[in-house]
Nanobody, 127 residues
Framework: EVQLVESGGGLVQAGGSLRLSCRASGFSFDEYAIGWFRQAPGKEREGVSCISSVDESTYYSDSVKGRFAISSDNAGNTVYLQMNSLKPEDTAVYYC????????????????????WGQGTPVTVSS
């Protein structure tokens, strides 16, 4: 059974940091792309960052570039999202998702590519 379990969310003041974790099981982790998405109340889901577990190539949305960093621990089947310089507009439920990634392809944040999703972890940034 495929499982993606997020953790690390919480309440933080603006300017602070959080590190989210996404632990995966039930599939060949090193053949997949893992993405982080978020959804704020009343807003559409937004892609944040993704990483290829094949070659560790990464991609970031413009809204988080330079503030967030994604990394992968293939041995531990875990992807991390280090979030620095957090802003109130980063408040959302953060989800990790996974899909098989062809070795010749780069990861992207097209949600329809992703087959498996976690339950989400809430992040609240106070001003």
């Amino acid at each position: 059974e495929v499982q993606l379990v997020e953790s690390g969310g919480g309440l933080v003041q603006a300017g602070g940091s959080l590190r989210l974790s996404c632990r995966a099981s039930g599939f060949s982790f090193d053949e997949y792309a893992i993405g982080w998405f978020r959804q704020a109340p009343g807003k559409e889901r937004e892609g944040v960052s993704c990483i290829s577990s094949v070659d560790e190539s990464t991609y970031y949305s413009d809204s988080v570039k330079g503030r967030f960093a994604i990394s992968s621990d293939n041995a531990g089947n875990t992807v991390y999202l280090q979030m620095n310089s957090l802003k109130p507009e980063d408040t959302a439920v953060y989800y990790c998702a996974a899909h098989y990634l062809h070795p010749m392809m780069a990861p992207d944040l097209q949600a329809y590519h992703y087959d498996f999703w976690g339950q989400g972890t809430p992040v609240t940034v106070s001003s």
